[in-house]
């Protein structure tokens, strides 16, 4: 069990690292946190999976409107700041940057 713990945690760390250099979209640091997959959060948008996979990215994330946002954090339990504002994922949940 610690195992897959530590699985899950590697997976929510590198997701973490992409966000934060720009590489991808904090959609997939929730998602990976969530223990959730691209076609599981498609499902609760009701949108197709590709969708997703498009909002991972940055240039479109930057481009979403506040509905699919706020679609995104009700799918997450997050609200829309805690999704856009990365700056609480720059320092580590240790308390190391």
Known sequence: MEQ???VVNDS???ARKKVIDGQASPILYHLKKNIMDV?????YMGV???????HMRPFFFRKLSKKTLDRYAHT???TIEELT???HLKSRPD???
């Open 48 to 54: 197709p999976s590709f969708v997703v996979r498009l």
């Open 4 to 6: 897959a713990w530590e």
């Open 12 to 14: 929510v760390e590198n």
């Open 85 to 87: 504002d990365i700056t």
């Open 76 to 78: 997450f339990r997050i």
């Open 95 to 97: 308390g190391n940057a």
């Open 39 to 43: 076609s599981m959060v498609a499902g």
